[in-house]
């Protein structure tokens, strides 16, 4: 029998006026680091590393459900909706998260959308933060895919959803993390998918806001698999070269899930990740 | 798609294969694998695979591959069509292939293999038709 560090609770909280009860998961001590998940998926990606001694002996690792995303429920009347998250809903939510849980200016590491959402509070609110780590995160990637497909009364949306982005998982990964990963997305709500794509696909404001990220305020590092067909290593690098003083790392045997696709593959890229984040301290390409 | 395209220096030490004779054990690793069989059991579809010039008519049947045909045809009809060609095929075979090669969406986004037709019946089926076109891919070396 084990039982694991991370400690789960949940915490109501007021976003664009809704109340949202949102589930964050929390582990470790230290420099505070809020964990954003990927599109249709859930705080489980980041379980790895919220369990590595490694990590969490100087830094307290969060990750929370994004409202209609894992334990978090989505808002009173869902039931008449449809679900497409937006850029501001993002920000504000994840702002309102560190307000609720008293998070003075955490790293914010993010993966995918979560990745795409850093960057944007990189350029937006970065007063809030002390560095942004953005993995598998880019300016703007169109679909390659109809997102329609994911959110159909005739098919299984999570089975088609978790079969698309098997698509980006490398063949490096261990059967058991590939099968976890894809798991969330098998499992999650109908239409969350799809409307977490609508913001990914679609929003690409990102883009003019590039150039005003002040990296010697707040550290800005970027990490992509090179088996990630979504965001490509040359969808990072250009974004990377679009941030002044912003770093770049591809990891070459991983794809577009590295915390949950394969744990031990990417642990030395996330610290090394950290170690960047202090401003104005030169730390070693 | 076309021979000569992204990723043709990662492929070309990979020996010639059959890719009929591949497609047959596919075929027999499937009767093997009752899980996907299940996965498959509304899929009862033909399915053009075309690798190079030549084609073949793969008769699905409630998840079972019950008749492979090989081409050229214009009287066969088809629910959708996977065109590719045989270094691609190759490399996407090996048992850890490169970027790209990885996936049959992978080969369509490097521009080494085209999906035509139904793309929606492909996508129903997506988890089933993916593994059983990598039920032609090499063990990985303990």
């Given at each position: 029998m084990s039982i694991e560090p991370i400690t789960g609770r949940y915490a109501t909280v007021e976003i664009e006026g809704r109340a949202q009860r949102i589930y964050f998961e929390e582990a470790g001590s230290g420099r505070p680091v809020l964990c954003l998940h990927t599109a249709g998926a859930d705080t489980r990606q980041w379980r790895h590393l919220?369990?590595?001694?490694?990590?969490?002996?100087?830094?307290?690792?969060?990750?929370f459900d994004m409202p209609w995303h894992g334990k978090s429920l989505p808002p009173q009347g869902f039931e008449r909706e449809e679900y497409l998250l937006t850029t501001e809903t993002y920000i504000a939510t994840v702002l309102a998260v560190c307000e609720a849980l008293g998070l003075e200016r955490p790293?914010?590491?993010g993966c995918s959308m979560g990745g795409r959402i850093a960057l944007q509070l990189a350029a937006l609110h970065p007063e809030r933060f002390a560095g942004f780590?953005?993995?598998?995160?880019?300016?703007f990637q169109p679909a390659w895919y109809d997102i329609d497909w994911f959110d159909r009364?005739?098919?299984h949306g999570g089975q088609m959803g978790a079969a698309l982005v098997s698509a980006n998982i490398s063949p490096y990964a261990p059967d058991a993390e590939r099968w976890n990963t894809l798991w969330m997305f098998m499992a999650s709500g109908p239409g969350v998918f799809r409307g977490d794509l609508s913001f990914y696909t679609r929003d690409d404001s990102l883009i003019g806001r590039l150039a005003r990220i002040d990296t010697s305020q707040t550290p800005v590092h970027l990490l992509v698999g090179a088996y990630d067909l979504t965001c490509t290593p040359e969808d990072a690098e250009r974004t990377a070269a679009a941030i002044h003083g912003a770093t770049c790392t591809v990891m070459d045997e991983l794809g577009h899930f590295p915390m949950s696709e394969h744990p031990e593959g990417f642990r030395p890229f996330f610290i090394d990740a950290l170690a960047r984040m202090t401003a104005g301290k030169e730390v070693a390409a | 798609m076309a021979a000569g395209g992204k990723g043709d220096h990662a492929v070309g030490l990979i020996k010639e294969i059959d890719v009929l004779e591949r497609i047959k054990a596919m075929q027999q690793a499937l009767a093997?694998?009752?899980?996907?069989?299940?996965?498959?059991?509304?899929?009862?579809?033909?399915?053009?695979?075309?690798?190079?010039?030549?084609?073949?008519?793969?008769?699905?049947?409630?998840?079972?591959?019950?008749?492979i045909e090989p081409g050229p045809s214009r009287k066969i009809a088809w629910c959708f069509a996977i065109r590719t060609d045989a270094a691609a095929l190759r490399a996407y075979w090996t048992a850890r292939p490169t970027p790209g090669f990885h996936d049959l969406f992978g080969?369509?986004?490097?521009?080494?293999?085209?999906?035509?037709?139904?793309?929606?019946?492909l996508v129903k089926n997506l988890r089933f038709f993916k593994e059983f076109l990598s039920l032609g891919r090499e063990e990985v070396p303990a």
């Open positions: 919220m369990n590595d001694a490694a990590v969490t002996r100087d830094h307290r690792l969060i990750a790293i914010l590491a780590i953005a993995i598998e995160a880019s300016d009364p005739d098919a | 093997r694998t009752p899980h996907l069989v299940r996965l498959g059991r509304l899929f009862s579809e033909t399915v053009l695979l075309q690798v190079d010039e030549a084609e073949y008519y793969l008769h699905f049947d409630k998840g079972e591959l019950v008749a080969l369509v986004k490097i521009d080494r293999a085209r999906i035509d037709g139904d793309i929606l019946c």
